[in-house]
């Protein structure tokens, strides 16, 4: 090749591109896109953070809290220890309190879905007769809600925990701290996507009365289950967790197996409660493995000086998250609506935007950062083939603190899933963390249509970091 | 570059290479062996069944007798149907009979641990009382045995079935052959792997008395159990259906929970039962997915010049295989002993040569060449990383006539497995089918101590191949 050619490295705006070919100039175009995408605010608010909060060595004080945080998310052991009433073990727990997901929200701001979950569950209750009823205690006050997220909760779409309803009680081993979820319903019409028909309200009774004392029974007997190690295993079984819980379903029946038939054949509908468990119900472990995701990221809240998220939660409304540094505060903004594939007969026009409290499994790197040990779970939510599967995993190492090398994914070579959401990465970098969801039908008592891949709202990873370093960096420059 | 300069591409002979390195000459090597290693008698065979076997239009009449077995293959519908003792079902099961994994094989020339199930299955009838007098029977030609494979039955490593064992009895719906295998008894010190004391005789009375009437029970109940979609479910859950049956295990598992539960619950102990099937044995199923490829293979028997294996079996001596076009003659030479990982306290030299009749999985393309699907049990079996356990499945691509799309690999992006053996293709390119499997310890009573990867000799494919050109191929070129 000849030496005195124009040889070109071309990044940043594709609009030269054109010029670059039109004259036969050969090139290499990067794919590098500025910091923040060029938001000069966000640049400032990044830069003050990296320089101002330094020790006395210059050495990054966020880089030592993000470091901690991604120990103890490495280091935490949820082992479920009892199935009880919601009033038995969540703090203040009243006959009329009902915890619903994401952040908080007035009754009358809520979606269709999340109305038809707490019309049902009041009714359930025996609290109300009709909708009607209830729809009336709910605008005069007479119940109380909130997140559950603030009582150490979790629940999947509506995230519906009621007074009797019954609660995994799972326990992060190694901080003492203890995390609570409702039972997984099984799919279709079920509360947490907001149906609310008798056959709902059957089932949820069903669950309280006769499954839930007795794998209460079972778990007793065998003095706790450890859930890491089924996530592990499960993990080498093409389950990432979120949409597919196929094998961790049959993983936690397989550990639970004998002291569960042992309580079982006591009980006349035992071979109902063993068959729902085993068969009837992939996505059993869904509310187990959030539960154990929340009693992870619980000790790793109030960190100072760290940028890692420890919750990513939507209530239908809004999408929030909390991130360790900045405590319990909400950043919100407006959720998105789901890429998904509907069920036969639905479509996006029903759809229901965002919800639940289930995206804290990707919080500590399962679900849609584990896609890439699922190839099975891509098709399901309409996300491609392998490679794009392998490709949203690697892409979530951009902007997570580090790879968990106890959840390996032997589909990518036994590479830890990558774990820690950081703030500052996801602004610097422009790649939003990737979500594997369900869909509700936007209208109260229908429940779930469709599954899908959904991000949160970069407006609130942003304002997340502008509060960061208003908080850490002193004056940011710029109008901020 | 300049023009004038000496470029190579080498084929062949590697020493040549050193030549073209010493004078700095350029040299691309193609990864290329000539036919058959360049056995110019297995050449002429290979080419006289091209040219000889072919239709009034000059297409090939192997090609065509192939893609017939394969389509047999595909259409195969496996379904267990009921667990009954061995006599009730396998023809002319005497008191005295016992089966064996392999090409028939003389007593006085069967390998220790073969020897040590011989032994403990006349103790576990009742025929003898201690191993001495055992021995004595077999010597004195008491006992009534051959192989497995002539009876449509099928057995893992010793393979023993007697008269009062229960066995899987698994039907081919397209074809309505019919064919058994015994319940898998778990890891380590078992039957199978030559192990023969108390502990293994109680447990197959267990399996006999208890766990194998409730099953059938369970299995009757439900009509059938379709153990096809078992097999596909599975191998997108990691398993390969060989040296891992965790997924299959449970899946199994899941299809009879309820039905199973309702018929455990009234026996004293259903919970063992219940346990030793959800949790005790993650090699369940293995017992299972053999059946079924015996009883997919069957009906692919003695097709008219069809070069695709219908068996791969082996004695602990002598490792057979049989080719559709063939009938039932075993092509035979030494086994070679497997490339393994062994259990603390074991190494090579307490192995046992390959043995069982499990190498049936590999003939419909399940096991060791599905192993792209299972990236775990590539290291189980120290075959590397994911990268070589997906070059196995595709070089396994090379060695057979298609991919079934019915068992699909979401690892490698869907892909089908590759099925149907062509003794004509292993000789062609050199490429032996890859088997994963249990190593046994060499002497009686001992039992698993390692697993590994293995492949048939090559001589006996030669062998076949030639044995095939001189049945359909006339007079073949050469000394054969």
Known sequence: MSEDKLRVVAVGVEAFDQALRDTDTPFVRLDWKPPAAGDTDLVGALFNIDTACVDENGLSLVDKANKEVFDRILRGQPTLRRILPAHRCIEGMTRNTILHSGPPIKWEDMCGPMRGAFLGAIRYEGLAETDEEAAEMMSAGKIAYGPNHARSAIGPMTGMISYSMPVFVVENETFGNKAYCTINEGIGKVMRFGANGPEVIERLRWLEKSLAPA??????????????????????????MHQRNVAASLNF????????????????????????????????????????????????????????????????????????????????????????????????????????????????????FAMGSAPAVVRFVGAGGLADAQRYTNSMGEITIGRNPALAMPNMDFAGVPTGIDIRKVVATGVLPVINTGVAHKEPGIGQVGAGIVNPPMAIMEEAVRAFARKYAGQCRGNI
């Not at 065998?222 to 859930?227: E, I, K």
């Not at 965002?354 to 995206?359: H, V």
């Open 253 to 368: 029946y397989k550990a639970v197996a004998g002291p569960l038939h042992d309580a079982l054949r006591k009980r006349e509908d035992g071979t109902r409660a063993a068959a729902f468990i085993a068969s009837g119900n992939e996505q059993f472990f869904l509310n187990l493995a959030m539960a154990s995701a929340k009693s992870i990221l619980d000790p790793c809240r109030d960190v100072p000086y760290s940028t890692v998220i420890t919750a990513m939660s939507r209530n239908g409304v809004n999408f929030g998250i909390n991130v360790s540094g900045l405590g319990q505060r909400w950043f919100e903004a407006p959720c998105l609506k789901p890429e998904a594939l509907y069920f036969p007969g639905f479509s996006e026009k029903d759809a229901n935007p965002d919800m639940g409290d289930s995206a804290i499994v990707e919080c500590i790197g399962i679900g849609g």
């Open 215 to 240: 794998l209460d029974e079972a778990v007793q007997a065998m003095g706790g289950v450890n859930l890491k190690n089924i996530i592990a295993q499960s993990l080498a079984m093409g389950d990432e």
